[in-house]
């Protein structure tokens, strides 16, 4: 669970860095920091992306499946609309880049877990 938050803030990190240095940032403040789940290394982010990333830390803490597949391909699904399409447009955003920015072995698990995950439906389908 440490490692998903993990990956989740790092691309709401790329995220908030190519789009929101304009606006004021802080670090980003949730019961997940608290609980020490990222160290002394929370992330600086805008009010509105903090705000979504507690709201994803949430969820992920509350999953009750498992093995938890990856939010993106679950069918569950149970974000509210609006948080899923942030957190779709901000994966549009975050995915590739985190693949240029130093951060490739976390992107490349990630990208590792959706595959596996598409290829467990399409058997389960056969
Ligand atoms: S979207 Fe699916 S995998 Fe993600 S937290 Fe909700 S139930 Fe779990
Ligand atoms: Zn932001």
Known sequence: ????????????????????????????????????????????????????LSYGEARRVFCALDPKPFCAHCEVHCFKAEERAWNRQMMRYAGPRSLTRGFARQA?????????????????RT
């Not at 004021?24 to 949730?30: G, Q």
């Not at 490349?108 to 389960?124: D, E, K, M, Q, Y």
């Open 1 to 52: 669970m440490r490692r998903d938050l993990r990956t989740l803030a790092l691309f709401v990190r790329i995220y908030c860095d190519g789009n929101h240095r304009d606006r004021e940032r802080a670090k980003h403040r949730s019961p997940a920091v608290d609980s020490g789940v990222y160290g002394d290394s929370a992330a600086m982010l805008c009010a509105d992306c903090s705000q979504h």
């Open 108 to 124: 490349a698990r990630h990208f590792a877990g959706s595959v596996r995950t598409r290829i467990r439906r399409l058997r389960n």
